[in-house]
């Protein structure tokens, strides 16, 4: 069964950064997508960024590029969001997703029901 734990929200001022994490468990496939996702208040779940276990790919949505990077650490099967220049809007809950690398590679990459696995999320708040 596959699992996912996100970690490393909280509550940051406008201009500041995290890192959020995400460890995952239990593929049963060696090639793999992961997404990053968040959704605010009254609003829809949006993906932010997606990488592919196998090479690294990467693929960023247009409102976090330049300030976003995912990366991923495969020995321990943790994936990472660092968010720098936080702003306000990019409030919300925060939640990785993955399914099979096909996804993450084709055009539904930063959609979030192409994804059948889902961690539970972490929030996180940016002050103005």
């Known amino acids: 069964e596959v699992q996912l734990v996100e970690s490393g929200g909280g509550l940051v001022q406008a201009g500041g950064s995290l890192r959020l994490s995400c460890t995952a468990s239990g593929f049963t496939f060696d090639d793999y997508g992961i997404g990053w996702f968040r959704q605010a208040p009254g609003k829809e779940r949006e993906g932010v960024s997606c990488?592919?276990?196998?090479?690294?790919?990467?693929s960023y949505a247009d409102s976090v590029k330049g300030r976003f990077t995912i990366s991923s650490d495969n020995a321990k099967n943790t994936f990472y969001l660092q968010m720098n220049s936080l702003k306000p809007e990019d409030t919300g809950v925060y939640y990785c997703a993955a399914d099979s690398a096909d996804v993450v590679a084709g055009p539904l990459r930063h959609q979030s029901a192409a994804y059948d696995y889902w961690g539970q999320g972490t929030q996180v708040t940016v002050s103005s």
């Open positions: 990488i592919r276990s196998s090479d690294g790919s990467t």
